[in-house]
């Protein structure tokens, strides 16, 4: 029996994870879960898994689900509310595998505690590893946590490798196992067909229906300006321990192919599917073995089309501002990703444009690009400032 931890159980990644979990009762235990303000949802959820405890960020929503649990005869399930206490459930020694499925840095600390703590470490919350990189990495290596990727693409690429560059994420020696590159495949998302002057109008519904894939919203719209890529990028550097030249992206609109890895022999080996989380989910849930994740086997007579394409880099420059932040270093990389939350949720709810993100991330790179980050209290403070920075970049935009 896994016991687990699920950090952002509400989510998309979250309810996923739950629905693999409801397929085996006899492999996993769900311990404890955690929300932001979702409190519908994850009484919903209590009252199905169980869990011993139980993290709402937000300390109205947890009393919102206490009053709840207590009238359902359900007392016993513990309510905690604040961020340190998703620190505190992340690294519970009740728990051995823990889901990172926060979004944003917001999940940064919760992740790196499972990581210090030498869990099973679940990654999804790309975000975390794009902000902090080496320090993520170096803590993975000095507690022996076993870090597994969740991102479609990276638990691809994971897939694809020798079992002995399994063994260690993040420190394992690519171009020693025969690997001459690492080709990361993207769809292009919902604007591919687009022309560059129909951009400005982009409304952010027609920015979350991703052909492919049903997501949260702000990785939906990552997809859209291409920035999620961007950010699996940098997350490719780091989860394979990798040279920005060693990675290729590659447009594959059909979402078959989730990545591949070409060797120096000129074999390419790819993982296929259909594009549904559950898959890479069940993968690192039950690594090494295989279970049963509810997803239909891919049908081949019924695919359309296989399309492959190089990326337009004029069309999606946020993809283009990630590659150069991933060559430039960490500062440019923590500054882009807190650049790109404030932007993509001032987006969401309507206060730029579409078109603007990629200025408001563009010019905090270049204002933050040279500052020294080497701890995490460097990348906290620097987060922090990036926030300020393009909050006040928002507000002149509006007057
Ligand atoms: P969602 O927005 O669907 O879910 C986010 C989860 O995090 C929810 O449980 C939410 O709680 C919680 N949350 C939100 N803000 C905070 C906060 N400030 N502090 C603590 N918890 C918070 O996101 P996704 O599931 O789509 O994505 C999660 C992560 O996984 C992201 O990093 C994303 O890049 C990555 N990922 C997602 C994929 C997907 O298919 N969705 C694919 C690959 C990677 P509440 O419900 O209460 O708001
Ligand atoms: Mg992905």
């Known amino acids: 029996m896994q016991n687990l931890c699920i950090l952002g159980s509400t989510g998309s990644i979250g309810k996923s994870t739950l629905d693999v979990v409801r397929l085996h009762p006899e492999k996993f235990n769900i311990v404890s879960l955690s929300a932001h303000s979702s409190v519908e949802l994850m009484f919903a959820q209590c009252l199905e898994f169980r869990p011993k405890k139980v993290v709402m960020v937000s300390t109205k929503h947890a009393e919102q689900l206490t009053g709840k649990l207590m009238t359902a005869n359900f007392s016993d399930i513990e309510v905690a509310s604040g961020t340190c206490e998703l620190e505190t459930i992340a690294q519970d020694s009740a728990t051995d595998t823990v889901m990172a499925a926060i979004v944003g840095a917001s999940g940064l600390l919760p992740t790196l505690a499972a990581v210090k703590a030498g869990k099973k470490v679940l990654l999804a919350n790309k975000e975390a590893l794009v902000t902090s990189g080496a320090i993520f990495i170096e803590a993975v290596k000095k507690s022996g946590a076993q870090l597994l990727p969740i ?84 997350e490719a550097k780091w989860l394979f321990n990798l040279e920005p030249e060693d990675i290729q992206v590659v447009l594959h609109p059909q979402s078959t192919i989730h990545s591949m890895v070409q060797y120096k022999d000129g074999s390419v080996i790819a993982q296929m599917g259909n594009p549904d989380m559950r898959t890479p989910i069940a993968h690192a849930l039950s690594f090494p073995e295989r279970i049963e994740s509810g997803v239909a086997p891919f049908d081949f007579f019924s695919a359309k089309s296989f399309e492959f394409q190089a990326v337009d880099f004029i069309k999606y420059p946020n993809l283009k501002l990630a590659i150069d932040a991933c060559k430039s270093g960490q500062g440019a990389c923590t500054a882009l990703n807190a650049a790109n939350e404030i932007a993509v949720d001032a987006f969401l709810n309507e206060k730029i444009k579409f078109t603007d993100i990629v200025k408001i991330n563009e010019t905090s790179v270049n204002k933050f690009v040279s500052e020294q980050v080497t701890s995490i209290e460097d990348v906290v403070a620097l987060d922090k400032s990036v926030r300020i920075f393009a909050l006040s970049l928002i507000t002149q935009a509006k007057h």
């Open 151 to 234: 991102d479609s693409e990276h638990n691809a690429i994971f897939q694809c490798l020798p079992s002995s560059a399994q063994q260690k994420p993040g420190y394992c020696d690519l171009a020693n196992e025969g690997v001459s590159k690492v080709l990361l495949t993207g769809s292009g998302g919902p604007f591919r067909t687009w022309q560059l002057d129909e951009l400005d109008n982009v409304t952010p519904a027609q920015a979350c229906a991703h052909p492919n894939w049903d997501m949260g919203r702000k990785i939906s719209v990552d997809s859209a300006t291409m920035m999620n890529k961007g950010l699996e990028f940098i």
